[in-house]
Each structure stands twice: as structure tokens, then as C-alpha cells.
């Protein structure tokens, strides 16, 4: 099937292609990922100042309620965050019995569909479509806990990953500080709390990315937000999507140095092989939120004894940049590239990577399928058929 299947005009000059690319979901108030311009805003903000300005827990308000909170509704929001953040005692020993060597967004994706088991408000979606002026609060509130509890899953299941008990959130810490406490067991320093708090803005929304387009479509047909959120965990867990920056790190950590930079990646070209962390389907410029983490990722990789890998990123990414430049089809690095680096400075074991993006992204997942669930209208495509029209059938004994 060839590649470019049309031009639209309105309301975006777009063109359509394969996997659904350029395809128009929905009209959102979200977010906007402006692939020309290099920029992403959340709900008219600007990442870059929310970066500087915000932290992860106003984002998520902004995110999921449309403006940026005052300050008592911030403080209410943080306690209901804290309210909401412990996990049942048969959920702690669920996770407790894993299997130490399970890929941990396995593990992620089957705790929230049991925290699903243990919430008869997460089934109430109905309610709301047969009584809409009732209002969304109901699907809020589940939306809000699964935030919060999904944070402790993780931290649960980083600390069953190393043969630990899992610890149960100390309210008095702030949505970043709890998560590394309860995976740590000790409260971070004020520069690994920041870190981390910069890493979850970053990457709490993103367009129509394929674990939102996930999450949009399984709430489309009425799921509860815990069937919702889990089916976006088991997207994000590809490595085309949120297992990226895993393989982007490995790769720089076995390249041997900046000096051998060009030469891998130009044998990796020959091969016809992709660069992981490169590329982009809706960006077209530099990837703001790896502009961003090349800056935290270049001060913690030299105040951490990790110069050698990235100034070996740096190697990479000119010779990518140059090749593909030469080759008409500009790319640049994307958010895992740089990302993977900041984890590792500050002592993220890589397996977690896809676990704390999807920390992060549950704001914006949860955001959008509430923005939808108004204006519902269930998800359902085609595709064009190719196949024969007329076949025989032929009884399995006579088949040959
Ligand atoms: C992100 C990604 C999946 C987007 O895919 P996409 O929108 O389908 O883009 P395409 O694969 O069609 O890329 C367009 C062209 O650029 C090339 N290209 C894209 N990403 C590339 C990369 N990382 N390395 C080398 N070439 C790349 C493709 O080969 C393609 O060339 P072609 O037209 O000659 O086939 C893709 O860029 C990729 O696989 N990147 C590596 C994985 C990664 O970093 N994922 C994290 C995303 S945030």
C-alpha cells in the first residue's frame, strides 16, 4: 500500500499516510505537539516554564482539570493525591508474589487492572452516560486515584524487583518525593527529587501518541479507566513507544567512546537500521523536551562520572543529524534519547525507564479520555481489504 493516501486541508494542512498517520482524532483543549516549531504545550503553558516555573502535581491539575489551580485548590488536590496513594493489602501481596525477573509494565498493567477489582466506583462510567448532567466527578476521582496509586504500584514494584518489601507513601512528601521514597525507602535529595519532577512534566502529555490513541480508544467503548489505563500501559510498553530510551542508553553504553560514534552509526545505516531516540512522527524540528534533558543529562553525566557516554550521545547525535541531512530526511533526537542518560546519572536501573514515563503520562491519559467522554463516539476505523472475495471452501480431508 503506498505510503501517502491523501491531503486534508482543514483544520490542519496534514497528509495521510500508513499507521494512521495524519489521521484526526478528536478536537482537544489538551495539548499541542507543534512538530513544525519544535514546541509542546500543555493547555496553553509551555513545557519550558512549566519546567521552571511548576511541578508535577499542578501540571497534572492543569492537565486534567483545564487551568492552573490557586493556591488551596493545589493543596487540595495534593491531599487527595495522598488519600488515595495506598494500595490495598492484597494488592502490596500481589506484587510482592511477581515474579522478580518479570518485565516490570507486565507488572504495572496487571496491578492496575486488579486495583480495578477493588474499586466498584471505577464501574460507574455508565452511570455517567445515562445521567450526564450529573457531571464527570465520579470518573475524576477514579481517574485521580489511579493516578496515585499507580505512582506506589511502581515504586512497589521497583523494590519486589531487588528482593524488597514494598513501603507504604508518607503523606507529608510531594507526589515526586513519595514515589522515590517508597522506592528507595529514604527521601531523595532536593537534585534527584527536581530531576525526576522535570522528567514527569516532560512527559505527562503528548498528543496522540499511541498510548493515548490506546487509552482513547478503550474508554471510547465505555471501559472503566482501569481496563482504560492498563491497555495504555501494555501500548506504552514497546519499544517503539515507551521502551525506547532502554535501548537508546544501552546502545551508547556499548559504542565505546565518542571517536568510534561515527563509524557505528554509519555501519547501523548501512544495515538499514534505525537510530533508537531518533525520529519522530509528528516532530519535524528538535524535540523540545530532549533539548530540555540534554541539559540536565549533560551537568549529571558530568558531575557523575558518565563524561565518556555523553559525550559519546553528543558524537551520535551530530553523525545522525549530518546522515540523514544528506540523505533529504532530516531527524533529530527525541525524548528518549537524552532521557535514558538522566535516569541513569541518577541511578534509575534502565528496566524502569518505561515505568516512570508511564507515571507520568497517566495525567495526560486520564485528561483526554474525561475531555472525550462528553462527546463520546466509539473509535472504529477500516482498514482496505486486499483479499479474495469468492473462496471455495474446501473440507479439511480433501486438502492436500
Ligand atoms: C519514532 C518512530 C517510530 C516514528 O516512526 P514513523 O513516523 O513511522 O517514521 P518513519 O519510520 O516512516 O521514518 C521516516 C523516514 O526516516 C527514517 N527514520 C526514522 N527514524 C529513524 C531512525 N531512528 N534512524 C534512522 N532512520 C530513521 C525512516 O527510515 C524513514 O525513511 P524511509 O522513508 O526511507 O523509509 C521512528 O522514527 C523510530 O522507529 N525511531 C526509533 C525508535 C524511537 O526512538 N522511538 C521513540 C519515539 S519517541
Known sequence: ????????????????????????????????????????????????????????????????????????????????????????????????????????????????????????????????????????ASEVAVGIRILSRLRTAASAIARVRQGLQPIQPDPKLSFTANYLYMMYGEKPDPVTEQVIDVTLILQADHGMNASTFTSMIVHSCLADMYSTIAAAIGSLRGPLHGGANEAALDDLEHIGGPAKAKDWVAAKMAKGEKIIGFGHRVYKAYDPRARVLKTYAEKLCHDRGMAQVFDTAVAVEEAVCAAMQTAGKPIFPNVDFYSGLVYQAIGFPPPLFPVIFAVSRTAGWVARVLEYLPENRIFRPRAVYEGPMEATYVPIDQRG
Open 1 to 136: 500500500m503506498a505510503n501517502y493516501v491523501g491531503r486534508i486541508e482543514f483544520p490542519v494542512k496534514i497528509d495521510l499516510g500508513r499507521g494512521l498517520e495524519g489521521a484526526i482524532t478528536n478536537i482537544t483543549k489538551v495539548g499541542f505537539v507543534d512538530g513544525e516549531k519544535g514546541r509542546l504545550i500543555y493547555r496553553g503553558y509551555s513545557i519550558e516554564d512549566l519546567c521552571k516555573h511548576s511541578n508535577y502535581e499542578e501540571v497534572a491539575y492543569l492537565l486534567i482539570h483545564g487551568k492552573l489551580p490557586t493556591r488551596k485548590e493545589l493543596e487540595s488536590f495534593d491531599a487527595l493525591l495522598n488519600a488515595e496513594a495506598k494500595l490495598p493489602d492484597s494488592v502490596m501481596q500481589m506484587i510482592a508474589a511477581m515474579p522478580r525477573d518479570a518485565h516490570p509494565m507486565n507488572m504495572l498493567q496487571t496491578v492496575i487492572a486488579a486495583l480495578g477489582c477493588h474499586d466498584p466506583a471505577g464501574r460507574k462510567i455508565t452511570e455517567y452516560v445515562s445521567n450526564p448532567a450529573d457531571g464527570l
